[in-house]
């Protein structure tokens, strides 16, 4: 019998936030995922990073998929990669802007949809100190995105209105 989505996440915790074999089975479908998102959500992010984590690779690997029309997305679970991508910003933890940038670069589709604000979950100031210390060569590019887009002026506001609407979006998917 397969592992619900509720039960991957009960897992999860109770096995102090680690990915079992059974967890990593469930993370493997595009329907369970979701349901975790949707699950997440309303949830304090930080205890669900690892998690969150590997679910980003899990998209990143979907993603391709669709891409290169290894698999077919029937469902519109395509829209995983953004869910996934905004819980991490939840997260804030600075360190999640390198992957999120690979992520965003896996094709053109990903790309043009994941905007500056999924990188910023940390903070704009807290995350332009890391990639000024990051040794990533890829890093001063990340910045100079950030600072085009949070230069404009409303950038704030458009920061909090598109959490309300990326939080909605998850928990009406």
């Known amino acids: 019998m397969s592992m619900s989505a509720d039960q991957a996440i009960d897992e ?16 493997l479908s595009p329907e369970a995922r979701r349901a975790i998102y949707k699950r997440l959500v309303n949830e304090p992010a930080a205890p669900y990073h690892v998690l969150l ?10 993603r391709t998929w669709i891409s290169e029309e290894i698999v077919q997305d029937d469902m519109n679970y395509y829209e995983g990669i953004y869910q996934c991508a905004f819980l991490l910003y939840r997260v804030g933890d600075v360190r999640d ?15 043009s949809s994941m905007g500056a604000e999924y990188f910023v979950g940390a903070g704009l100031e807290q995350t332009l100190a890391f990639l000024a210390s990051s040794p990533a060569p ?17 950038a704030i506001t458009w920061q909090e209105a598109w959490e309300r609407e990326r939080a909605s979006n998850i928990a009406c998917a």
């Open 12 to 27: 999860y915790l109770s096995n102090g936030n680690t990915i079992t074999t059974a967890v990593g089975t469930v993370l």
């Open 53 to 62: 984590t590997q679910m980003l690779a899990e998209e990143v690997k979907f």
């Open 97 to 111: 802007t390198l992957p999120l940038w690979e992520a965003k670069y896996i094709n053109m589709d990903v790309g």
């Open 138 to 154: 890829q890093a001063a590019e990340i910045a100079e995105y950030l600072h085009g887009w949070f230069d404009q002026p409303g």
